[in-house]
């Protein structure tokens, strides 16, 4: 059956588009919602095997900041994004003085959407080296932040996972920040939502692959995963403007009950055939972006890149040269 | 009403999934379908103003060659794509010994989907300077070919058509050829399919603004365009989902005769605010495309390019550094 | 006879490496200094014909401002450049309100080091259009900029004058701005240094084609042309180096006439031979640049555009989006 | 003492400008020129540790293609360069079915003529991966290819040989491949030479760092280096002018034998300060380079990809996507 692809937890089938108190209702999970003025911060908590179950997430938490501001006034918005990433960002990371912190940038260079990962870390100030070459010249505040850009398995013919766990044999960080770009089913996400969780992150998974995850157990260290939606999937489209169709169609009461049947089975059984029709010549993804998404991924990964600087350099970005 | 948004001339409404036979009833419009082993081409012929009046484009000839396998495997089609390309190239711009071309790349080079026109323009073998330079030295077969790139009105604030003209006045070319990106109706045509006419362009039409056209008219010599789908915007591929949907629904032979009404009501009324509710909340365009368009307009560039290179130069890229 | 290329009037041979009291003797020049904190401000103005003849520049004012601070800590010193620029930027225009503004990025986008000019016009608030499309929303502040990169003969075919000559008689600018890469003499000069003048520019003039000036004459406006040394050619490097070497030598003071006679020799004769010797096996330009100057020429194209943002649009920049 | 930067064991000062009979009385080396029509090719094996002493050079093979054509007529050299270096590259690897093989592109990919390395391994047929995912479809010919660009320290914050030993601990490859850009003493040989070793290399050696080299020892796997020159220090340039000045006033045969002693000095300890004094100012890296550096990179990356792609594959180059 079609189902829409999603990488954010708010975008799980069983909270998606749902009411605050029926969320509530969800066994194992645990779901809150801040409004502030310019952006609205979701925390959602996997507690057991039942909220994993529930919504397909792994025990961990998520936090996604939704701030459509970013896209309508970047000037204005992009600092304010910044400093409350930072702040969520301190609070998962916990971080003791001094902790080696890798940041890996996931995603293809060569392909625009999926580039958010290798630019952040094109952007980081990364100190790592120096706490070898000129140790005694470094500001209390600073932590060693190393940062590697591993591309993908087309690109280098080795598992993405197979260079991070070699890399972070050798460099043996405290704990790893993966920056990723992700599917979302809702076009106004794309890069104006952008979820932290604790849980690691397994690379293009949204694709579908089964690959190794990067996470705690196979790194030995904690994995933050920060992820932005770029994408929507086209089927994604396609599938939610059948589904209000079907739904705009059976409110209309004068229709007999025979409509009803008639749509019934549209939904369950035609439609994704329907969609794979309209879709499928063409040979691999296809996606529905903003015109604009070379910009709009730049911006961005300022935001992000901001973020993790001051998270892990303690508000000093000094060095850095974003 | 919802209109697809197409620039070719095969995808006008009166012809779009039409048989030949149906088409040929068309009045003032001559069309001819050659099928090859490797591709296909498509001769419109638009012979007066019924035929304009008929499928919406001037008077004039379209051509549009169609290689699948331009994707599948490019090494191998796109030789034979280029000299298809410049074979039909040769045929309409019929110059004589020494005619000045001028090429023309249309589009945004910040917007990847949008870059096709400078990017072609980039590996063209320009030859007008050695006229004057080195005129001793130049091979019998050469053309003198100059080549710009106007950018957009965003990025230069100057109308497209005033940066052409202006040029066209101090170069006074004998013919442009103008390289765009168009939009598509069909996902499978892009990148894969070629339309070439003789009627000029207007930059930026496929989006719906008011322009002056790149024409004989306003710039003195022939104009040639060459187009290539890089994009389908949303609204079309939610719409043509929704087309098959309720198709497929009528054809439904124990539905009632309510059904068949309120798929009435669906078709004319419903359909476009539909799609609206679910592509607006996004500012701006959005298309649908494949993941890996960067490659792809790298691939098909080079293929124009290299059409354009040998018909204004009879045959020889010596002098060509794409 | 070797002649160390450079486009800065502080560097015309009557008064490089000069004292200010020595340059004052030079008729038809006006020579002054002001040292501030952080730069330094030279005014040379070109008076007469007898001014022209001493120093080889067209009549005309020739401001230079020097920042060494701009490398050692560009985020310091960057902003405090930037309005340095737009204030005598500002003298020079003398703009009223309304006046079109063209600015021209001179320079070849495909040569890191000559892309300076290309790289500030894509980081222009241009505004021309909107006085068009949405002339109610501009603030007052605002005024219409264009701007565009004509490339360079190689990439066109055509003559940037040309080129520049045709959009100027479509736009019909009140004053262009042309933004160029230079040479300097000095490789501590590279990039710290930003001349202004008032006297329009010929593009490529550096390397010694005779071409087409853009300036008032020609275009019918206004040209102030602002540049940044970003190479020293690797000939004027060699050259010095044997200066400072023969100096030292006829310093020595145990050296007997004969010796004399023999670096009056070198002086004179076998200097540019020398030079040849060395460097002419390389077909085409040789350059003497940092290795980091991809990066460097981010920094100060970034610098330019910033001061002629603030300059145009009186202090505004909120259209920016550099 | 001034000491020219050049990472090619044919200009080691033992050899550089000798003639083949003085070189073959070095002991501890062996030296052989084959002069063909369009490349010559020079092998010099360091075959114990006096001959390590007397070049400078670790014990081992060198080899190096020299192409002058390369620059001159891209298009009829580069060809018959790929297959040189491929055919050079078949003996020193000496492969056995099935082997994997690694490639390094080592280098700065931010800095343009510090890029090669990441430049030739983007061109890359990877393959590896395919052994994996589809085993069954591979042509006999094909070797497990994999390939990394691990960046330079001041990206990364971790040492480039630490990334390798990271990554190679997990593939475990048969041999690997290090690509790099070099430093030259001749300007000529910019981009138009290629040497081969089979010795490792230290990744920014001509920086003068002491770092971690890649070779056996370290990695587990035979170290095959592949290198251009892309630059020539500024220093060494200078200090090569001067020499021959030198060398000129001291044949003039009417000199007294008090310049003789002057010059003397001049050679031992006057010309490295002097050298010092023209280009010290700058702060970091200074350069020679061609203007045309950013294409000269990337042709002669085509070059050794193809040399490569050919070696590794056995001629077969279909999966090959450069």
Redesign the interface.
């Known amino acids: 059956m079609f189902s829409p692809r999603s990488d954010l937890a708010i975008e799980a089938a069983a909270i998606f588009n749902k009411s605050e108190s029926d969320i509530k209702n969800i066994e194992g999970i645990e779901y809150k919602t801040e409004k502030h003025d310019n952006y609205t911060l979701t925390r959602v908590k996997v507690l057991n095997s039942k909220g994993e179950e529930a919504i397909g997430k792994k025990i961990g938490t998520y936090i996604t900041v939704e701030c459509p501001k970013i896209?309508?006034n970047y000037?204005e918005a992009s600092e304010e994004v910044s400093r409350v990433l930072s702040d969520e960002l301190k609070k998962l990371m916990n971080l003791e003085k001094i902790s080696t912190v890798l940041a890996v940038g996931l995603g293809n260079w060569?392909?625009?959407?999926?580039a958010l990962g290798p630019k952040v870390v094109?952007k980081l100030a990364?100190?790592?080296?120096l706490f070898q070459y000129i140790p005694d010249k470094i500001p209390g505040e600073i932590q060693?932040?190393?940062?590697?850009s591993p591309?993908v398995?087309?690109?280098?013919?080795?598992?993405t996972g197979?260079?991070v766990?070699?890399?972070?044999?050798?460099?043996k960080p405290d704990l790893i920040i993966a920056i990723d770009a992700l599917a979302s089913r809702?076009?106004?996400r794309?890069s104006t939502s952008i979820q932290i969780s604790d849980t690691g992150i397994t690379p293009g998974s949204g694709i579908g692959n089964k690959r190794r995850g990067l996470d705690m157990e196979y790194l030995g260290a904690k994995v933050i995963a920060i992820g932005v939606p770029t994408?929507v999937d086209?089927a994604t489209?396609?599938n939610?403007?059948?589904e209000?169709?079907c739904e705009?169609?059976k409110k209309?009461k004068d229709?007999?009950k025979?409509?009803g049947k008639?749509l019934e089975i549209?939904d369950n059984e035609?439609?994704y055939p329907?969609?794979k029709?309209?879709?499928n010549?063409?040979?691999?993804?296809?996606?529905?972006?903003?015109?604009?998404?070379?910009?709009i991924i730049d911006d961005v990964s300022k935001i992000i890149a901001n973020g993790i600087n001051m998270a892990v350099h303690n508000g000093t970005s000094?060095l850095c040269n974003a």
């Open positions: 896209r309508e000037d060569n392909v625009t959407p999926d094109s990364v100190t790592r080296h060693p932040l190393c940062a590697i591309g398995l087309g690109i280098t013919g080795i598992e197979e260079i766990k070699g890399i972070c044999d050798k460099v809702k076009i106004e794309i994408v086209a489209v396609a939610d403007t059948i209000i169709l705009n169609i209309s229709l007999s025979d409509i008639a549209t035609l439609r329907l969609i029709e309209v879709l010549p063409f040979v691999g993804d296809l996606i529905v972006t903003p015109k604009e998404v070379d910009e000094n």
